[in-house]
């Protein structure tokens, strides 16, 4: 069988991945793995079976036994479509914690790979680079600076009408870049064949043409 093609979008939260790989994913359509709301997914079925974080063996298991689809866009859990309520601050945060556990990250990988399917994938995380698809096509690092992802997630939340502080947004997101750049699994680093691309002066659309440009070099 042919080898599928994928292209990979890592960098910390709020730098633009998700906009960035879901429009690839539209422009060559290709199926988009949101990785990060897999592990918001987790976070939400540990939090509703009220399980410790620390319990590593039930979190887990709660990994293991996951029940979810992702439809156009739509996150739904067993039954219930939880779109919106895994997009907080808060199960950001559980997400990282228990994105730290090994076992857990080992219980994702399987299914992260089954998304690999013709014609072609685009996933969107920390480690897709370096560890899901390490012999992606095509991967990208996206980073811009906190202060600027801070001011994004700022108006993102303004225009759902949630009110924030910035300055707390800023230090909850440089807490969440710190574990998962730490971690010891699967840290955020960029691959060594990673193109890296900073957003904090450019506009989603000018990301976009770059990326288009590289992958046409690449013959996607
Ligand atoms: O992309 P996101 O902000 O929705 O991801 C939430 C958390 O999930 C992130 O802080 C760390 C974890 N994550 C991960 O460890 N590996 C991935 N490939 C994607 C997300």
Redesign the pocket.
């Known amino acids: 069988m042919a080898e599928i093609s994928v292209i990979t979008v890592d960098g910390p939260?709020g730098a633009g991945k998700g906009t960035l790989a879901s429009q690839l994913a539209t422009h060559f359509g290709w199926h988009l793995l949101d990785?990060?709301?897999l592990?918001?997914v987790v976070a939400y079925a540990v939090q509703q079976a009220e399980i410790d974080i620390a319990d590593v063996a039930q979190v887990t298991q709660a990994a293991c036994d996951l029940s979810v689809s992702f439809q156009s866009g739509r996150v739904v859990w067993q039954g219930t479509e939880i779109t919106d309520v895994i997009r907080t601050e808060q199960m950001?945060n559980l997400?990282?914690q228990l994105?730290a556990l090994s076992p857990v990250r080992a219980a994702l990988l399987d299914w992260q790979r089954q998304q690999a399917r013709a014609p072609g994938l685009v996933a969107d995380?920390?480690?897709?680079g370096t560890v899901v698809f390490p012999q992606a096509n095509l991967k990208i690092f996206l980073t811009a600076s906190a202060e600027e992802r801070a001011k994004r997630r700022y108006q993102q939340l303004e225009q759902r009408g949630i009110t924030a502080n910035i300055s707390s947004l800023a230090a909850t997101i440089r807490e969440?870049d710190e574990r998962?750049q730490q971690r010891s699994d699967?840290p955020l680093i960029p691959a060594p064949d990673a193109i890296l691309l900073d957003s904090t002066d450019r506009t989603i659309a000018e990301v976009f043409q770059r990326v288009l440009q590289v992958a046409c070099e690449r013959g996607l």
């Open positions: 939260s990785s990060g709301a592990y918001r950001g997400a990282s994105a995380g920390r480690d897709m969440r998962d699967s």
